[in-house]
Nanobody, 126 residues
Framework: QVQLLESGGGSVQAGESLRLSCAAS????????VGWFRQVPGKEREGVTT????????YYADSVKGRFTISRDNSKNMLYLQMNSLKPEDTAMYYC???????????????????WGQGTQVTVSS
């Protein structure tokens, strides 16, 4: 059974940083594409960033480009999201997700991801 467990969320002031972690079990990390999504109540889930199975070049939504960095440690089945220069509009529930790797991996469509964590809340105040 595949499980993804996020941690590291919290409440910070604008301009501060947070690092989210996602521990994966029941799946070989090196075989799946992984990503981070976020959702605000009443709005659709938004793709934030994704990274292919071998690591390397990641893809970022324009809203976080230059501020967020995704990384993965396949040896530990871990996924990370370093969030710098946080803004109030980054406030959301953040989810890690894993799915099959394919030509679509940069599209950040939540329908392409089979496995999801329970989410961790990030709140940024001005």
């Amino acid at each position: 059974q595949v499980q993804l467990l996020e941690s590291g969320g919290g409440s910070v002031q604008a301009g501060e940083s947070l690092r989210l972690s996602c521990a994966a079990s029941g799946v070989t990390a090196a075989s799946v594409v992984v990503g981070w999504f976020r959702q605000v109540p009443g709005k659709e889930r938004e793709g934030v960033t994704t990274i292919p199975p071998g690591g390397g070049s990641a893809y970022y939504a324009d809203s976080v480009k230059g501020r967020f960095t995704i990384s993965r440690d396949n040896s530990k089945n871990m996924l990370y999201l370093q969030m710098n220069s946080l803004k109030p509009e980054d406030t959301a529930m953040y989810y890690c997700a894993a799915g099959r790797y394919g030509w679509w991996w940069r599209m950040l469509r939540d329908s392409d991801y089979d496995y999801w964590g329970q989410g961790t809340q990030v709140t940024v105040s001005s």
